[in-house]
Structure formats: C-alpha cells, structure tokens
C-alpha cells in the first residue's frame, strides 16, 4: 500500500510575528487527528521555516528520538547536557531525548533557516539522553536510530536515478527537493508517501532531488 499525502495538506502552525512557519506532516499541538497519529515509529515531521534571529527557546523532550535534516541556513543548537552545535545542510543532527533533556533550537546566522525535524517513537523509555552530529553525511549512507528500530537514508538523486525503495515493514519517505515518480504518483517538495506490504517497489527522480526515507522495522 502507498498512500500519498501532499505538502498543501499538511497542518500549519509557527507565530508568523515571530519569523516562524511550521507544516506538520501528521497531528502535532492543537491540531489533532486521531487518524493521524503516526507512521510506524515516525510520530512527527515537521518543516520549520525561521527568519534570522527566530527560534523556539528552551523546552523539554522525553520518550523521544529527534532526527534533523537542514534544508538551508543554519542551525543553532544547545541542550541541558552541554552540547552546543551549528548545523548545517548535509549535517544529520540526532538527539536521543530518552528520560528527559531540553533544548534551544535557533536561527543566529543573517539567512532564513529551513529545516525538517523527524520525531520517532523508542522501543524502550527512559535512560540517558545523547546526542550526535554527523556532518556532511554521504549519498545512500544509511544513518541507524537504534532506539527506534530505524534506518534514515539520505538520497540526492541524479536525473532519471532510479530509488530502490528497503522491503521494510514501514517505509516512510519526504521529497526535500525536486520530485519522484512513485508507482502512479509524482511527489514534489513537501510531498511524502507511507509505504507498507510493497516488495520490489522502485521509483525514478525525473529531475535532480533529493530525499529523507525511514526504513522502519514495525511499529514499537
């Protein structure tokens, strides 16, 4: 089954007054649909938009595995156990939020800042919050989100590469840029396609594009 849901659909939210624009792929705060809880292990995914000096000061995480992709500018990070970070596009940021951490996220730089935050349910709660930053990770490196029971694989395809979509119990995939032809749909940027029970399935970039894609053993 591939259900395709689009970039227009997507609940907004932010405080435009305060140079922040947020679309969220399933419900998130006041906007709630019991049908659309979640994806597997993937409970949130969520585009912010930051103008420069914009962000969401100190707030709490717990029970939660946060994995961020910059789509352009960069981003400001600091959490209550010490780590402070720039990230930026081509940079994979994962914070184990575990029994319970806060953080900063913010645009300091002089460019508007994009960026899309992925939220994924543990196999397990509690224990010790950590946090990492790959930087510059590779095409097809496949980036492992154990306490998920995940795999995130970064793809930029070139024009008319074909994507192997994993025979994974759940696939879950985000075009960032450009578009994918998908069985009989066409994806664009912001667009995303909920895959279970495909075997074999491929698509083709009709462009340059590039893509955020969960391979996810089953739902904790």
């Known amino acids: 089954m591939i259900d395709v849901r689009r970039s227009g659909d997507r609940y907004r939210g932010g405080e435009t007054a305060a140079g922040i624009e947020s679309f969220h792929a399933f419900s998130f705060g006041p906007h709630y649909d019991p049908d659309n809880l979640r994806f597997g292990a993937v409970l949130a995914c969520n585009e912010e938009r930051l103008a420069p000096g914009a962000g969401f000061d100190e707030h709490p995480h717990s029970h939660t595995e946060i994995v961020t992709w910059v789509v352009e ?3 400001s990070h600091r959490d209550s156990t010490g780590h402070a970070s720039l990230v930026r596009p081509g940079d994979v940021q994962h914070l184990s939020a575990a029994g319970g951490v806060r953080h900063v996220e913010r645009n300091d730089g002089p460019d508007p800042l994009v960026f899309v935050q992925m939220w994924l349910a543990p196999l397990a709660p509690g224990g010790d919050p950590s946090y990492e930053v790959v930087h510059g990770i590779a095409d097809s490196t496949p980036y492992e989100v154990p306490g998920a029971g995940a795999l995130l694989h ?4 070139t024009v008319g590469e074909r994507l192997a979509v994993p025979d994974a119990p759940y696939v879950y995939i985000h075009v960032v840029h450009g578009e994918l032809a998908l069985a009989d749909a066409r994806l664009g940027p912001g667009d995303s396609a909920r895959i279970t029970g495909e075997a074999g399935l491929e698509g083709v970039a009709p462009g340059r594009a590039e893509l955020l ?5 089953g739902a904790p």
Request: a neutral charge; glycine letters at 8%; hydrophobic letters at 60%.
């Open 73 to 75: 500018g960069e981003l």
């Open 154 to 157: 970064v793809r930029r395809l």
């Open 213 to 217: 894609l969960w391979e996810m053993m």
